[in-house]
C-alpha cells in the first residue's frame, strides 16, 4: 500500500474536499469549477463518465437544476502517495441529503476514489468515481449496494 503524503499536502486535499461539499450545499458554480483540473474525469458510475472540466460543470450544473437543495457532509478519508509529489490518491465517504425539483427527498451513501494533481500550485481532481452504496428514501427501504453480491457484481471481490 502507497505511504501516507505529507501532512501539508493532506491538509491542502482536504481542504479542497471542503470546498468542493461546500460549494455543493451553496448552489456555487464557481467555486465547484475550481476543484478540477483541466483535464480532470468524474466517474458517476452506471456508465456515466465525464471528461474535461468544462464538461464537468456543464453536468454538475444541470443536475443541480434538477434539485431543490442538497446538504453533502463528508466523514472520514484518507489520501496517500501517488506516485511523484505532484500525485496523490483518495477516498472519502459521503452522505447527501437531498431535496428534488420535484419534491422527492433522499439520502446517497457513498464514497468516492479520488486521484489529485498538484497544478499551479494547487491540489485538484483529477479523477473522482462515484462509488454508490445507498441511494433512496431516507428511511432506508431501497437496496444497499455493497452486500456481498453488489459488491461482487461491480468487480470488488469481498473477502468476508
Not at 437531498?98 to 494547487?122: F, K, M, Q, S
Request: overall charge negative.
Amino acid at each position: 500500500m502507497p505511504a501516507p503524503i505529507a501532512t501539508d499536502d493532506y491538509v491542502e486535499i482536504q481542504r479542497l474536499i471542503h470546498r468542493y461539499a461546500d460549494a455543493v450545499v451553496h448552489r456555487d458554480r464557481d467555486q465547484w469549477a475550481s476543484c478540477w483540473a483541466p483535464e480532470a474525469v468524474w466517474d458517476l458510475g452506471r456508465g456515466r463518465l465525464v471528461e474535461g472540466r468544462e464538461a464537468i460543470v456543464d453536468l454538475w450544473t444541470a443536475a443541480m437544476g434538477g434539485m431543490a437543495a442538497v446538504v453533502q457532509l463528508v466523514h472520514n478519508g484518507e489520501v496517500v502517495e501517488g506516485g511523484d509529489r505532484d500525485h496523490a490518491a483518495g477516498r472519502w465517504y459521503i452522505d447527501e441529503r437531498y431535496l428534488r425539483a420535484d419534491g422527492v427527498r433522499g439520502i446517497l451513501l457513498a464514497h468516492y476514489d479520488d486521484t489529485y494533481v498538484r497544478h499551479e500550485g494547487r491540489w485538484l481532481f483529477e479523477s473522482r468515481f462515484l462509488q454508490t452504496h445507498y441511494g433512496g428514501p431516507g428511511d432506508l427501504s431501497a437496496d444497499f449496494l455493497n452486500t456481498n453480491a453488489g459488491l461482487t457484481e461491480r468487480g470488488l471481490a469481498p473477502h468476508v
